[in-house]
């Protein structure tokens, strides 16, 4: 026997018609008491369940992190302006959006501007004699401070 690709039946129909006849279903079991009434320990475990298979998917997982640190940036940068001040003390270009460059690896654009950032905090550390990088720490500076101010 031949097997047929198409859908018939429920399967068949527009989604939008399962969905009602599904909500349909599910209020006649409830008036009749034979439904299920998911207990406060079974949610639980079916939220733990799902999150575990969630989990697993990590495209996915990176892929909401990366929109969950764009939109509180977003929050930050908000704040920020209600306030009148800038969020880092300059204004710094919108990120781009997501690129296909693989996880770990950098387009060079962004390669560059971090460059750029890096080079003009360089500038501005050594113009005011405040470079904590060196070594020695906090304690060096703070004697390059003192020494300066004589």
Not at 35 to 51: I, W
């Amino acid at each position: 026997m031949e097997r047929r690709n198409q859908s018939s039946g429920f399967a068949s129909m527009d989604r939008r018609k399962q969905r009602e006849i599904a909500r349909k279903g599910g209020m006649a079991a409830h008036r009749k008491g034979v439904a299920h009434e998911f207990t406060a320990e079974e949610a639980r475990n079916a939220g733990r369940k799902g999150g575990q298979n969630v989990s697993l998917n990590r495209s996915h997982m990176i892929e909401i992190g990366r929109l969950g640190g764009q939109r509180s940036a977003e929050r930050r940068r908000s704040r920020m302006n209600q306030v009148g001040g800038e969020p880092y003390g300059e204004s710094r270009p919108a990120v781009p959006e997501a690129s296909s460059v693989p996880v770990g690896q950098e387009s060079p654009e962004v390669t560059q501007r971090e460059d750029a950032e890096t080079e003009t905090m360089s500038q501005t550390n050594a113009s005011d004699g405040g470079d904590i990088a060196q070594s020695g720490g906090w304690e060096a500076a703070d004697a390059k401070h003192d020494a300066l101010a004589r």
